[in-house]
């Protein structure tokens, strides 16, 4: 398992609004997009940057997403949501092109990168300039397959420095800076504990069926016996209840698990380049909560990194956090 990378600063680009972006963040779920794009976007802006002359180098190693608003392409009539599909163009043998299932939503943003560089020395201008030239490089690129309009705030580079105070006071300054809005975090821990719950009442029970459990509300009827108090007459009714949950949690994909071995490039056909090894993946899940920025106490509370088991075949996304 790949250890956590470090940082010593931070990278935010405030307020970001993005159109279209894909809203079908894995077969099973829907909604915000997935980590795993925001993940993608980090290692893609950092390899577009890898050949540029100007400006310092600059190591991206964790990303952290602040949602200030999220508009679904969705038609809603008060208990299931249909997503709005588009027509594409007749083909070239000008027949209609057959309608592909899409979510599209628009979306406010926030992205927050932890970041090495020794640009963080530098002087607030230089730190500005660049910062200003990343974010062009940004504008260039596609969120989740959506679409960046002209950013109307400019991002900005914050030094942690090396004593955990003083990170802890420049965290809490970036952090007001995104409110108001919410942040993803991973939840594992709930997962784990919901599963140990219910092999209580259940031996059989799988991590699926705790997970499933956690992405619904669930109601629960419980018998109450009432005794009339002049007759003596024992009455049963029953009464429900909905589960009650802390915070606001979500099923979310983490990441993927291997389905075969890892093939060399030139085994397998129509690969995206010619050169990164292949393997069949599945995607795996977990829970998040959106909390308020303001609920986290250190900079690592929001940043998701990416690990890597190689002995078991699984990529994934980690946060571990817990709100204050």
Same mark, same amino acid.
Request: hydrophobic fraction near 35%; include cysteine; proline fraction near 6%.
């Given at each position: 398992?790949?250890?956590?990378?470090?940082?010593? *600063?931070?990278?935010?680009?405030?307020r970001i609004k993005v159109q279209n972006v894909n809203c079908i963040s894995s077969p099973l779920t829907w909604g915000f997009p997935s980590?795993?794009?925001?993940?993608?976007?980090?290692?893609?802006?950092?390899?577009?940057?890898?050949?540029?002359?100007?400006?310092?180098?600059?190591?991206?190693?964790?990303?952290?997403?602040?949602?200030?608003?999220?508009q679904p392409h969705v038609s809603d009539d008060g208990f299931s949501h249909t997503f709005h599909l588009t027509r594409n163009p007749v083909?070239?043998?000008?027949?209609?092109?057959?309608? /592909?299932?899409?979510?599209?939503?628009?979306?406010?943003?926030?992205?927050?990168?932890?970041?090495?560089?020794?640009?963080? &020395?530098?002087?607030?201008?230089?730190?500005?300039?660049?910062?200003?030239?990343?974010?062009?490089?940004?504008?260039?690129?596609?969120?989740? *397959?959506?679409? /960046?309009?002209?950013?109307?705030?400019?991002?900005?580079?914050?030094?942690?420095?090396?004593?955990?105070?003083?990170?802890?006071?420049?965290?809490?300054?970036?952090?007001?800076?995104?409110? =108001?809005?919410?942040?993803l975090i991973g939840r594992d821990d709930l997962l784990k504990e919901r599963h140990d719950d219910l092999l209580q009442e259940d031996p059989?029970?799988? =991590?699926?069926?705790?997970?499933?459990?956690?992405?619904?509300?669930?109601?629960?009827?419980?018998?109450?016996?009432?005794?009339?108090?002049?007759?003596?007459?024992?009455?049963?009714?029953?009464?429900?209840?909905?589960?009650?949950?802390? &915070?606001?949690?979500? =099923?979310?994909?983490?990441?993927?698990?291997?389905?075969? =071995?890892?093939?060399? +490039?030139?085994?397998?056909? +129509?690969?995206?380049?010619?050169?990164?090894?292949?393997?069949?993946?599945?995607?795996?899940?977990?829970?998040?909560?959106?909390?308020?920025?303001?609920?986290?106490?250190?900079?690592?509370?929001?940043?998701?990194?990416?690990?890597?088991?190689?002995? +078991? *075949?699984?990529?994934?996304?980690?946060?571990?956090?817990?709100?204050?």
């Amino acid at each position: 398992m790949s250890d956590a990378p470090q940082f010593d *600063g931070l990278l935010t680009f405030p307020r970001i609004k993005v159109q279209n972006v894909n809203c079908i963040s894995s077969p099973l779920t829907w909604g915000f997009p997935s980590m795993t794009a925001f993940m993608g976007l980090m290692w893609a802006l950092e390899r577009r940057l890898a050949g540029r002359e100007e400006g310092g180098e600059v190591l991206f190693n964790r990303v952290g997403v602040v949602c200030h608003a999220f508009q679904p392409h969705v038609s809603d009539d008060g208990f299931s949501h249909t997503f709005h599909l588009t027509r594409n163009p007749v083909g070239k043998d000008g027949k209609t092109a057959p309608i /592909i299932e899409e979510g599209r939503a628009n979306m406010e943003i926030s992205l927050v990168f932890g970041v090495q560089s020794d640009v963080l &020395g530098d002087a607030v201008g230089e730190q500005q300039m660049l910062a200003r030239q990343i974010g062009d490089v940004l504008f260039s690129m596609r969120i989740a *397959g959506g679409s /960046i309009l002209p950013m109307a705030h400019k991002p900005f580079f914050t030094s942690l420095g090396d004593e955990w105070e003083e990170r802890l006071s420049k965290f809490r300054s970036v952090r007001r800076r995104l409110l =108001p809005g919410f942040t993803l975090i991973g939840r594992d821990d709930l997962l784990k504990e919901r599963h140990d719950d219910l092999l209580q009442e259940d031996p059989t029970a799988t =991590p699926l069926d705790a997970w499933l459990d956690m992405s619904r509300i669930n109601w629960r009827c419980s018998r109450i016996e009432e005794v009339n108090e002049d007759t003596g007459e024992v009455t049963e009714r029953g009464e429900w209840k909905r589960d009650a949950r802390e &915070g606001w949690i979500v =099923p979310i994909p983490v990441g993927y698990t291997a389905l075969s =071995p890892r093939y060399d +490039n030139s085994e397998v056909d +129509n690969t995206r380049d010619d050169s990164t090894s292949f393997q069949f993946v599945e995607s795996i899940y977990s829970l998040g909560q959106w909390v308020g920025p303001h609920h986290l106490s250190e900079p690592a509370d929001m940043l998701w990194h990416a690990s890597y088991d190689e002995e +078991n *075949g699984v990529y994934r996304c980690i946060n571990k956090s817990k709100p204050m």
